[in-house]
């Protein structure tokens, strides 16, 4: 959705006052809308939150090797998580999903982490026990929106001849047949209830796939997708890049649809800390989020784009050639099949239309998916839930504090009624209206 559009519809109840941002105003962060290099604000290195220092300069941020976390990457090579006073902001590879829950519930006081590039639905699962060992819950938060977008379903190249996209209908004959040859068939997701598992399951569903019974569901670490495809562990695979430009130039597979198809500006990534390391730390959580937000505006400008991806591609981060990363990095998606996209309307975004603040209302879009595959309870009182772990009020205070202009940041806390490709309708003000519309779904 446009961000012409979210503006029309906001309503002023949650409106921040625009005499605050005349006061916090820096002036020289509008040009073009986002912060490029350039801006002097950010050569300047004064930042307007005042002289309050952060209570601790340190946090443990953990990453998957995924271009979404390229704002965690610039915020450290181009040091601004330093320009707020976070000097000791260690950024963390994780070898899974699983790995990052996991040191998020131990925490860095037991040689975990604080806080995470994380998939938008793991801070709800872990919160409520739903996903974590021995069903125990640790409260976690999230407080920005890393990103829209830029995630792809890719299959093997066994299917070259359907030339797969958004309809996944021809996609059910074929497996069909390789079950009946005695082969198993695989679709592998990152991690169960997460943004691609349920990007897959929604893509499957439309076409009349059963995710639960027409096809076996597996978890695969990002890193590892390619390599599996390679060897035949996979038939589809959902993950963001570099991994499925990869697959085409190693002549694996190809791109079937990119994910904001199927819901154009889907939210995806989130920035997440724990709970108590916010709570004992405000005046740092303010600093770290301005770090990201300033690099979310650097990753967004387009004259900036081929140099983050080279920043992506060294070995502390992702460790891939920057040829799998700056064409797509750019917007620009060969399908592999012969499709051809120049500067993609699908392509990620980092800053642009609102991608850095965290909707409630897509919260709430991504619960009831999960009650939709039996992740989450039907009984869950879900806005009581997204109340408590969206911290959306932390960004909007770093927005003021950053100087960022009005018109950047949404007077509400939902992007309103979102329609899907297949013409599926969410409205938050009614999700089970939604979830009574699906056709296919695990619970009862």
């Known amino acids: 959705m446009s961000e012409?559009?979210?503006?029309?519809?906001?309503?002023?109840?949650?409106?921040?006052?625009?005499?605050?941002?005349?006061?916090?105003?820096?002036?020289?962060?509008?040009?073009?809308?986002?912060?490029?290099?350039?801006?002097?604000?950010?050569?300047?290195?004064?930042?307007?939150?005042?002289?309050?220092?952060?209570?601790?300069?340190?946090?443990?941020?953990?990453?998957?090797?995924?271009?979404?976390?390229?704002?965690?990457?610039?915020?450290?090579?181009?040091?601004?998580?330093?320009k707020h006073g976070m000097t000791g902001v260690e950024v963390l590879k994780q070898s899974s999903w699983g790995t990052t829950r996991d040191n998020l519930v131990l925490g860095s006081a037991r040689n975990g982490i604080d806080g995470a590039h994380i998939l938008t639905p793991m801070p709800y699962l872990i919160t409520t026990g739903a996903m974590t060992a021995n069903n125990l819950p640790v409260p976690i938060s999230i407080i920005a929106r890393l990103n829209l977008g830029g995630q792809c379903i890719s299959v093997g190249q066994e299917y070259m001849d359907l030339k797969l996209g958004v309809d996944s209908t021809p996609f059910k004959a074929a497996l069909q047949a390789k079950r009946a040859s005695g082969k198993?068939?695989?679709?592998?997701?990152?991690?169960?209830?997460?943004?691609?598992?349920?990007?897959?399951?929604?893509?499957?569903?439309?076409?009349?796939?059963?995710?639960?019974?027409?096809?076996?569901?597996?978890?695969?670490p990002p890193a590892?997708?390619?390599?599996?495809?390679?060897?035949?562990?996979?038939?589809?695979?959902?993950?963001?890049?570099?991994?499925?430009?990869?697959?085409?130039?190693?002549?694996?597979?190809?791109?079937a649809l990119t994910t904001s198809e199927l819901w154009h500006n889907h939210p995806e990534k989130a920035l997440a800390m724990r709970s108590d390391w916010?709570?004992?730390?405000?005046?740092?959580?303010?600093?770290?989020?301005?770090?990201?937000?300033?690099?979310?505006?650097?990753?967004?400008?387009?004259?900036?784009?081929?140099?983050?991806?080279?920043?992506?591609?060294?070995?502390?981060w992702i460790n891939a050639p920057v040829g799998d990363i700056v064409e797509r990095m750019k917007g620009n998606f060969d399908y592999g099949t012969g499709r051809v996209d120049q500067d993609s309307p699908y392509q990620m975004r980092y800053w642009k239309d609102f991608a850095s603040y965290p909707f409630k209302s897509h919260d709430l879009w991504f619960l009831t998916?999960?009650?939709?595959?039996?992740?989450?309870?039907?009984?869950?009182?879900?806005?009581?839930?997204?109340?408590?772990?969206?911290?959306?009020?932390l960004?909007?205070?770093?927005?003021?504090?950053?100087?960022?202009?009005?018109?950047?940041?949404?007077?509400?806390?939902?992007?309103?009624?979102?329609?899907?490709?297949?013409?599926?309708?969410?409205?938050?003000?009614n999700p089970k209206a939604y979830l009574d519309s699906l056709a296919i779904k695990a619970m009862a």
């Open 395 to 429: 960004w909007r205070a770093a927005a003021v504090e950053l100087g960022v202009p009005a018109e950047q940041i949404p007077d509400s806390t939902s992007r309103g009624v979102e329609t899907f490709f297949d013409g599926k309708v969410f409205d938050p003000e």
């Open 369 to 393: 998916e999960d009650i939709r595959w039996g992740y989450l309870p039907a009984d869950l009182d879900c806005q009581a839930l997204v109340d408590k772990v969206n911290r959306e009020d």
């Open 224 to 255: 590892q997708m390619v390599a599996n495809m390679r060897v035949g562990s996979m038939d589809t695979f959902c993950v963001c890049e570099p991994w499925n430009e990869q697959l085409i130039s190693q002549k694996i597979g190809y791109t």
């Open 184 to 220: 198993p068939i695989n679709a592998a997701v990152t991690f169960p209830g997460g943004t691609h598992d349920l990007w897959m399951r929604y893509w499957l569903a439309a076409g009349g796939i059963d995710p639960n019974r027409d096809i076996s569901t597996i978890v695969v």
């Open 4 to 82: 012409s559009r979210s503006k029309d519809s906001r309503d002023t109840k949650g409106a921040i006052k625009r005499r605050d941002f005349l006061k916090f105003s820096l002036g020289a962060l509008a040009a073009g809308g986002l912060l490029g290099a350039a801006s002097p604000a950010l050569r300047s290195g004064a930042w307007a939150a005042g002289s309050d220092a952060p209570e601790t300069t340190r946090a443990k941020l953990g990453f998957i090797a995924l271009t979404d976390a390229a704002p965690l990457f610039v915020a450290d090579e181009k040091g601004f998580f330093a």
């Open 278 to 316: 916010i709570e004992a730390n405000p005046r740092a959580t303010q600093a770290l989020l301005k770090a990201v937000m300033e690099a979310q505006m650097y990753c967004e400008d387009p004259a900036n784009r081929e140099e983050v991806a080279q920043i992506c591609s060294r070995r502390r």
